[in-house]
C-alpha cells in the first residue's frame, strides 16, 4: 500500500511583516501624545517594540521555521516599513503646520531615509539574535 504525503502548508512571513511594521509605527504615533512625561512614553515606545521586534525574531526562527538569514531580513523589512510609515505621517503632519518648503523637501526625503537608516541596523542585529537562537535550539 502506497502513502502519500500531505505537505505541510507553508506559513507566509509577510502577514507578520507588515503587521509588525504597523504595530512599530502605531507605537511611534501614539506613545508621545501625552505631552507630560514624554521622556517615560519615549522609553515606553522603547521598550514595547523592543518586544515586538524579540517576538518578531523568535516567530520568524520558531513558527515559521525560517534560517538566521530570511528571518533577519523579513524583520528588517518590517522595521523599514514602520519607519516608512512614521515618515509618511511626519509629511503629512508638516503639511498642517507652518514650514517651509526645505523643511518639506527634507521631509520628502526621509520616506527612503527612514527606512534605510531603520532597517540596516535591525538587519544586523536581527542577524546575530537569529544565529544564536538557532545554536541553542539545535542544543536541545
Known amino acids: 500500500m502506497r502513502r502519500t504525503v500531505t505537505p505541510t502548508p507553508r506559513r507566509s512571513w509577510i502577514g507578520p511583516v507588515v503587521l509588525a511594521g504597523i504595530g512599530y509605527a502605531l507605537i511611534g504615533i501614539t506613545f ?3 505631552a507630560a512625561h514624554l521622556q517615560a512614553w519615549r522609553l515606553a515606545a522603547w521598550a514595547v517594540s523592543g518586544l515586538a521586534y524579540g517576538g518578531h525574531i523568535l516567530y520568524e526562527r520558531m513558527r515559521l521555521r525560517h534560517a538566521p538569514l530570511p528571518a533577519a531580513v523579513h524583520v528588517a523589512l518590517a522595521v523599514a516599513l514602520g519607519a516608512f510609515l512614521l515618515a509618511v505621517r511626519a509629511n503629512i503632519h508638516s503639511l498642517s503646520i ?3 518648503p526645505a523643511q518639506r523637501q527634507l521631509l520628502l526625503l526621509s520616506l527612503g531615509i527612514w527606512p534605510v537608516i531603520a532597517a540596516l541596523p535591525a538587519f544586523v542585529v536581527a542577524l546575530g539574535v537569529s544565529a544564536a537562537l ?5 542544543r536541545r
Open 98 to 100: 507652518e514650514s517651509t
Open 134 to 138: 538557532g545554536r541553542v535550539i539545535r
Open 32 to 34: 508621545p501624545q501625552p
